[in-house]
């Protein structure tokens, strides 16, 4: 089954070359992507979202926490342009990978960031 990213990320080929063998590596390709980490041993999550703020500005958006908790926290990291964004998103996909985490799909809507509201 091909996740939206992976999909995507074919798609934006000018040449039709399939997209990268490790999901993970997709980040790199998808731009304004949402990306979603869940450990099962320890039923920890970790989300990771490109986006715009409402200045235009780049940023990439960060939570993590408990599977099933109201607690947990957030990081909200400026990004000079959509690029670097898009290779800090692939960082966060190495490292999650590294301690454990498998990627899985998002689950609900896009986070609204704390920016967006009035």
Same mark, same amino acid.
Request: net charge positive; proline share 8%; aromatic share 8%.
């Given at each position: 089954?091909? $996740? &939206?990213? %992976?999909? +995507?990320?074919?798609?934006? %080929?000018p +040449?039709?070359? #399939?997209?990268?063998a490790? /999901?993970?590596q997709?980040?790199?390709?998808a731009?304004l992507g949402r990306?979603?980490?869940?450990h099962r041993q320890t =039923? =920890?999550?970790?989300?990771?979202?490109?986006q715009q703020?409402?200045?235009?500005?780049?940023?990439?958006w =960060?939570?993590?926490g408990g599977i099933? &908790?109201t607690r947990?926290?957030q990081l909200?990291?400026p990004? #000079?342009?959509?690029?670097?964004? &898009?290779?800090a998103?692939?960082m966060?996909?190495t490292r999650?990978?590294?301690?454990g985490y498998?990627? !899985? %799909? /998002?689950r609900?809507p896009?986070? !609204? $960031?704390?920016a967006?509201t #009035?």
């Amino acid at each position: 089954m091909k $996740t &939206s990213f %992976q999909v +995507n990320a074919a798609a934006s %080929q000018p +040449n039709g070359a #399939p997209a990268a063998a490790h /999901p993970d590596q997709v980040a790199a390709a998808a731009p304004l992507g949402r990306l979603r980490w869940e450990h099962r041993q320890t =039923r =920890r999550f970790y989300e990771a979202v490109v986006q715009q703020d409402l200045f235009g500005d780049w940023e990439v958006w =960060r939570c993590w926490g408990g599977i099933g &908790s109201t607690r947990g926290g957030q990081l909200h990291e400026p990004a #000079p342009h959509e690029a670097a964004g &898009s290779a800090a998103m692939a960082m966060l996909a190495t490292r999650r990978r590294r301690r454990g985490y498998e990627r !899985v %799909q /998002p689950r609900g809507p896009v986070p !609204v $960031t704390s920016a967006a509201t #009035p």
